[in-house]
């Protein structure tokens, strides 16, 4: 992956791949359904993870690049701890409609996968700039 590929897109797919995946969870009845669910997240998993790395080290400066996947770590540890107690909470609450607890997660990772297909463009039109003033830059640098 890299900054042609549309990374932010790449997001949005993923996260619909896990919004299939909860879906299924609805649905579930048996051990059968759980193993469609982690295949279908897994294949959102493939689209999301790799992608992170190539925003924030397109958004970094140069410098900075180390620095700022370390605050992305330290936020992403922090969520998934409290994500896993918040997620166990509402979990016991809808104990008695967990398809209804699914369909909440489920529709929370179709709006995440809207708003990152309504930031796409926005990011590609940065980049691009980025890249423009990188070229414009060395141009200078070099005497062209």
């Known amino acids: 992956m890299n900054r042609e590929t549309r990374p932010v897109l790449f997001r949005s797919v993923g996260m619909l791949f896990y919004f299939l995946g909860f879906i299924v969870l609805m649905f579930s009845k048996n ?3 759980f193993l469609l669910s982690m295949g279908i997240m897994t294949v959102g998993e493939d689209f999301v993870a790799p992608t992170t790395q ?10 900075m690049k180390g620095t700022y ?3 992305y770590n330290l936020f992403i540890s922090f969520g998934s701890f409290s994500g896993s107690i918040v997620g166990l909470y509402m979990l016991s609450y ?10 909440l997660i489920a529709m929370s990772s179709l709006v995440v996968s809207v708003l990152y297909l309504a930031i796409n463009n926005a ?6 700039l980025s890249i423009k003033k990188k070229i414009s830059s060395y141009k200078k640098t070099s005497g062209q």
């Open 31 to 33: 051990i059968d359904y």
């Open 123 to 128: 990011f590609l039109k940065r980049m691009n």
């Open 94 to 103: 809808y104990e008695s409609a967990t398809a209804t607890f699914w369909l």
């Open 54 to 63: 190539t925003i924030i080290t397109s958004i970094a400066p140069n410098n």
């Open 69 to 71: 996947i370390g605050i």
